[in-house]
């Protein structure tokens, strides 16, 4: 069994830059696959950003070049930094990773992107 917890999010006005963090609650190998999905209102759930070990970085298209995934393998954290946001990057933000077979998701953090 595994918990993510979440935090970072909140209110920002376009341009800005928020980080969102998420920590597992017990060890998670590192060539585990972490990600972060997005929820919008009214959406499907998108994943925005995947890390894998050995392999470059996944992103939604729309993320690229401003969003950038990391973790820190002996914290089995993983971050997400969001610069140049913008209204429609606004959405509740999960953490996932998949280990055993079972999915696991954070309870989600809310970004709001508003002047």
């Known amino acids: 069994q595994v918990q993510l917890v979440e935090s970072g999010g909140g209110l920002v006005q376009p341009g800005g830059s928020l980080r969102l963090s998420c920590a597992a609650s017990?060890?998670?190998?590192?060539?585990?696959?972490m990600a972060w999905y997005r929820q919008a209102p009214g959406k499907q759930r998108e994943l925005v950003a995947r890390?894998?070990?050995?392999?470059?970085?996944d992103y939604l298209d729309s993320v690229f070049g401003r969003f950038t995934i990391s973790r820190d393998n002996a914290k089995s954290t993983v971050y997400l930094q969001m610069n140049s946001l913008k209204p429609e990057d606004t959405a509740v933000y999960y953490c996932?990773?998949?280990?055993?077979?079972?999915?696991?998701w954070g309870q989600g953090t809310q970004v709001t992107v508003s002047v």
């Open positions: 996932h990773l998949r280990a055993e077979g079972i999915d696991y």
């Open positions: 017990r060890t998670v190998w590192s060539s585990v696959p």
């Open positions: 890390i894998r070990s050995g392999r470059d970085p």
